[in-house]
Antibody
Framework: EVQLVISGGGLVKPGGSLRLSCAAS????????MNWVRQAPGKGLEWVSS????????YYADSMKGRFTVSRDNARNSLYLQMNSLRAEDTAVYYC???????????????WGQGTTVTVSS | SYELTQPPSVSVSPGQTARITCSGD??????GYWYQQKPGQAPVLVMY???KRPPGIPERFSGSTSGTTVTLTISGVQAEDEADYYC???????????FGGGTKLTVL
């Protein structure tokens, strides 16, 4: 079964840090670019970051640049999102996903994790 | 930054046709993708590369494109189609991914 399982969400104070992990199974993780997408409460989907299959190329949404770092470990079939200097407006459900859209190839699997909630509050 | 514009809401009666539009300046050069999201669930891809339907998506879902607009059409809408729908694409540089603001489809 193709699956993405996210861990690491929770409550963090403004200015704090949090690291999300996304464990992939059931597909050739190292062959696909990966993405983080978030959704604030009651709001729409917002792209966070994309990383190529090898990890060589990385793109970020403007509001995340300099604060968030995406990485991957293909040997562990895992994707990560290090979030620093967190703000209240970063409060959201965070999804990891292999999207059908791919910056660097003809397309991905379009598989989404279950989402994890990050709450930034004092 | 680049934006995709969708109507906030569309309402149709069961059996009717729903059309959800998505407009963006880069759409003539970038493909459009469509996601369906029901409350408490992760998004589900219903259309890719403008008009390709993934396996398992009913034939009543179709996609089209014209100039700066991509359209998701649901023919013979059913109650189970009530959901939020998001378009997705990239900017003209091909380095920025964007989602539309979402359209809430209500089946009356």
């Amino acid at each position: 079964e193709v699956q993405l399982v996210i861990s690491g969400g929770g409550l963090v104070k403004p200015g704090g840090s949090l690291r999300l992990s996304c464990a992939a199974s059931g597909f050739s993780f190292s062959s696909y670019s990966m993405n983080w997408v978030r959704q604030a409460p009651g709001k729409g989907l917002e792209w966070v970051s994309s990383i190529s299959s090898s990890g060589t190329y990385i793109y970020y949404a403007d509001s995340m640049k300099g604060r968030f770092t995406v990485s991957r470990d293909n040997a562990r079939n895992s994707l990560y999102l290090q979030m620093n200097s967190l703000r209240a407006e970063d409060t959201a459900v965070y999804y990891c996903a292999s999207l059908a859209f791919d910056f660097w190839s003809s397309g991905g699997l379009d598989v989404w994790g279950q989402g994890t909630t990050v709450t930034v509050s004092s | 930054s680049y934006e995709l514009t969708q109507p906030p809401s569309v309402s149709v009666s069961p059996g009717q046709t729903a059309r959800i539009t998505c407009s963006g300046d880069a759409l003539p050069n970038q493909y459009g993708y469509w996601y369906q999201q029901k409350p408490g669930q992760a998004p589900v891809l219903v259309m890719y590369i403008d008009n390709k339907r993934p396996p398992g998506i009913p034939e009543r879902f179709s996609g089209s494109t014209s100039g700066t607009t991509v359209t998701l059409t649901i023919s013979g809408v059913q109650a189970e189609d009530e959901a939020d729908y998001y378009c997705q694409s990239a900017d003209s540089s091909g380095s920025y991914l964007v989602f539309g603001g979402g359209t809430k489809l209500t089946v009356l």
